[in-house]
């Protein structure tokens, strides 16, 4: 029945399928009814079940199944090239193994490879990496270390050291060859350090031997043929001299000054002054060259000892030994010497400048006597006259001071002949300074105390005048005469301390100026009127302004209290009561009031008062007559005519810097007398010409005047007398 129903439905096909057999089978078995009503609705629901089914299975599993797809599709695609690959490998294959077997024939170990040596040597090589690493960081490491500062030198020539043994052990490397190429360059860096540090303008000892000795170190290293001990003094003396040398040089614009003056006079008719270009020129040559040119022979001497000297000269060659370098340097040094003071000492025509300069060179002359090199002789030769006297001069110094010595060496006290003048000690001359300061200050301030009490009663008020200040002390309870010398006792104690501080001071700052050489002062102690050095113009300024200010500020608390108790503007009876007074009113401050005034008056006066008087005391003393002069061969003065001739110029310098500083005088007591209202120098200047006119700032000028003229006069004729019969020069 099944047959027959394949048949009928699709007689085409042959139903293989066994489940359409067991279906046709089911429908063969089932009657005709059924066929019609049931059956159709089972196959919907089956259909149905089956498409749902399909549904589900598609949305859980669509992706591997639309791989599965894809891969079938390719795997139809990748068979073929599988079986071809295959075929090619078995192809091959006989072609690997042959290739096989040769390499096995070549890389043998019984084989001699150039590559398998090339290979051994980068696995050596790779080995030793840290090794040559090292190596070659020994050029950086040497040239850091020669360019560090400071160079630490023995270390440097050890790591050198090293370099040049590795070189050689192996001698053939180029590694090694290179680096000693790259060693030597750094050393050679280092010695030129050393050859420019030969140059340096202030070499000392210790410096020179130490730089001479890493050259020793080094040059027999870097230069072959070259004994240390011929070329290192010789290469010494020309690094110093080409120092030298660039000092001098750097004198350049003093040079041209100096050439300006000598073409400049010249041309002018002949004067005796003029020179000062040329002075100040010469004086900083001859300080140059006597310090570099010992300096240069004495290190010199103790470099060329270090070197040891051969016992048995060389006899196969009749130029050795070869003479020292030594040998003709102070000839040239000399030389030069002699042609610049040739060419511009004969500018200078002041007698005690050219006296100084010579003495400068006298003093280096004897410097390099010292070292077997004394040139004195030589200034004949360049119409130098004055250094037969200056040489006589320093010879009987030195036999005094041999003399000296030799006593103290016996144990003895030094004697000294009556034709002999005996050398005080510093403290024995500042002694008799500060006696002589007291004495001179102590008498002009009692003598002129008037004159400094009226002219301290004007000043305390800009409409005061002097008859109106007499006819007050007159009819004061203590009288006129009593009046008039109010405050002796503290001016007297102020002036008195004061001139001894700052005669004192004055003469050790103007000894240093002199024995020292500075400013340009002259040198040369005067043979007219006057037993102090005389400096130049510049010095006495200097030496003046610096004495004054530091004695005015160590009597400051004296002044205020001799300002206060002379004013009547203040009561009171004694002078230590005038002292608790300021102390109590305004504190320690108050004993310093206005001492930016007074040294503002003070400095610029006497630093023009020293300036005036020794420019004064020349000018003066030319018109003393001759026949008043002593004609001694040391040209002083009498005693009347020098002690009139310091009188006079005293007297001159003080009038005319009293005229000058004034102002600040007056505005010193102000602010001495009324601290509260006069503050300060610019508001104590203004208040007074706003309330009393400018005239105000020249209130006491005449009394001040005739106060300082007398009072300097007395004072410094005095001083110099004291010092002249006391012998201290």
């Not at 020669?146 to 023995?154: C, E, L």
């Not at 006298?362 to 200056?390: K, P």
């Not at 008195?496 to 001071?505: P, R």
């Not at 004609?631 to 002690?643: C, I």
Request: aromatic share 6%.
């Amino acid at each position: 029945m099944a047959e027959s129903l394949k048949q009928f439905l699709d007689p085409q096909r042959t139903v293989t399928d066994s489940t359409a057999a067991e279906y046709l089978a089911h429908l063969a078995d089932q009657p005709a009814d059924s066929l019609r009503s049931s059956e159709p609705q089972r196959l919907a629901q089956s259909s149905h079940s089956l498409l749902l089914a399909v549904q589900g299975l598609s949305k859980k599993s669509h992706k591997p199944i639309v791989n599965s797809a894809a891969k079938h599709v390719s795997l139809r695609k990748s068979l073929p090239a599988l079986a071809q690959s295959a075929a090619e490998l078995s192809q091959a294959v006989p072609r690997l193994d042959s290739e096989a077997e040769h390499f096995s024939k070549t890389f043998g170990k019984a084989a001699d490879s150039k590559l398998l040596a090339r290979r051994k040597q980068a696995l050596r090589l790779l080995q030793n990496s840290e090794r040559l690493v090292d190596v070659m960081e020994l050029p950086p490491l040497l040239t850091s270390a020669v360019m560090t500062t400071p160079v630490n030198y023995s270390s440097t020539l050890d790591l050198y050291a090293h370099v040049r043994r590795l070189a050689s052990l192996y001698a053939e490397s180029p590694l090694v060859a290179s680096i000693m190429s790259e060693a030597d360059d750094a050393i050679r860096q280092m010695a030129s350090d050393l050859v420019t540090g030969l140059k340096a303008p202030n070499l000392k000892l210790a410096a020179a031997l130490r730089t001479v000795g890493w050259l020793k170190r080094i040059i027999p290293d870097l230069v072959s043929g070259v004994a240390p001990e011929e070329a290192l003094p010789a290469l010494f003396l020309v690094c110093r001299m080409a120092a030298f040398v660039s000092l001098l040089e750097a004198l350049e614009p003093l040079r041209k000054l100096a050439d300006e003056e000598v073409v400049r006079l010249g041309k002018s008719p002949p004067s005796p002054f003029g020179g000062q270009q040329t002075e100040r020129y010469l004086k900083r040559y001859i300080e140059i060259f006597r310090e570099h040119s010992f300096n240069i022979a004495s290190v010199f001497k103790n470099i060329n000892a270090s070197f040891s000297q051969p016992s048995v000269p060389d006899e196969s060659d009749p130029l050795r030994p070869l003479p020292s370098a030594i040998s003709s340097l102070p000839l040239h040094l000399v030389e030069m010497l002699l042609e610049t003071l040739r060419h511009y000492l004969p500018t200078v025509k002041d007698q005690g400048t050219r006296e100084s300069i010579v003495t400068q060179v006298l003093y280096c002359s004897g410097s390099l006597g010292r070292l077997g090199a004394d040139f004195g002789m030589l200034l004949s030769t360049i119409g130098v006259d004055e250094w037969v006297d200056l040489v006589k001069r320093h010879r009987l110094l030195a036999g005094r001071l041999e003399s000296v010595i030799g006593d103290y060496g016996r144990g003895q006290t030094p004697s000294f002949n009556m034709s002999q003048e005996s050398t005080p000690s510093r403290s024995t001359k500042s002694g008799r300074h500060f006696v002589s300061g007291l004495g001179s200050g102590v008498s002009s301030a009692v003598i002129l105390q008037p004159l400094d009490l009226l002219k301290t009663r004007m000043q305390q008020s800009g409409r005061s005048t002097l008859a109106q200040c007499l006819r007050d002390m007159r009819n004061s309870p203590a009288g006129l005469w009593a009046s008039l010398w109010r405050g002796t006792v503290p001016s007297a104690l102020r002036t008195g301390i004061g001139s001894a501080l700052y005669f004192t001071s004055l003469n050790s700052i103007r000894q240093q100026i002199y024995t020292r050489n500075m400013l340009g002062q002259g040198g040369r102690v005067q043979t007219s009127s006057s037993v102090l050095p005389s400096l130049s113009n510049s010095a006495n300024l200097l030496s003046g302004a610096a004495a004054r200010t530091l004695a005015g500020f160590v009597l400051m608390p004296l002044t205020v209290i001799k300002v206060r108790f002379e004013s009547n503007l203040y009561s009171y009876p004694t002078v230590w009561a005038a002292a608790k007074g300021i102390k109590q009113a305004d504190g320690m401050r108050g004993f310093f009031s206005g001492f930016g005034a007074t040294a503002m008056r003070d400095a610029p006066y006497a630093g023009s008062y020293v300036l005036f008087y020794e420019m004064l005391k020349p000018f003066v003393g030319s018109f003393a007559p001759q026949s008043l002069e002593e004609k001694s061969g040391h040209g002083e003065m009498q005693t009347s005519v020098s002690t009139a001739v310091n009188f006079t110029s005293a007297s001159l310098a003080a009038a005319a810097c009293s005229a000058l500083s004034n102002p600040f005088d007056a505005v010193k007591t102000r602010i001495q007398l009324q601290p509260q209202k006069y503050r300060n120098m610019a508001q104590t200047t203004y208040l007074m010409i706003a309330e009393d006119g400018l005239r105000s700032l020249w209130d006491g000028l005449a009394l001040r005047m005739s106060r300082k003229a007398l009072s300097s006069a007395l004072a410094w004729t005095l001083y110099e007398e004291l010092i002249r019969r006391s012998g201290t020069s």
